[in-house]
């Protein structure tokens, strides 16, 4: 997530979650009081912050890998190298 924002966290609420992923907000608060628990991530209102992206990417199904690839084919892979590069540099837009 850091190569496309430039930051570990998000400022999503659990309705927001909830709207996003068209599922019950109780049922973002259970997931997300897990994977906190599990130390992959930091919860509080409205934030999320990444702890471990390794471990969350590993967890997830095959959709990451797929959806990353299939991101980096409609930017062009000099646009997504830009955008990642610039993430590690502290800027989404940094590159040549």
Not at 19 to 45: C, D, P
Request: hydrophobic content about 40%; aromatic content about 8%.
């Amino acid at each position: 997530m850091t190569y496309l924002t430039g930051t570990d966290t998000l400022a999503f609420t659990q309705e927001y979650s909830a709207e996003l992923l068209r599922i019950r907000r109780t049922s973002v608060m259970v997931v997300a009081h897990t994977l906190q628990a599990a130390g992959l991530i930091k919860y509080s209102r409205g934030k999320i912050q990444i702890l471990d992206a390794e471990a969350l990417q590993d967890g997830a199904c095959e959709c990451y890998g797929t959806v990353k690839r299939h991101y980096a084919s409609l930017l062009g892979s000099d646009k997504y190298a830009r955008i990642h590069l610039g993430a590690l540099r502290g800027s989404p837009q940094a590159g040549p």
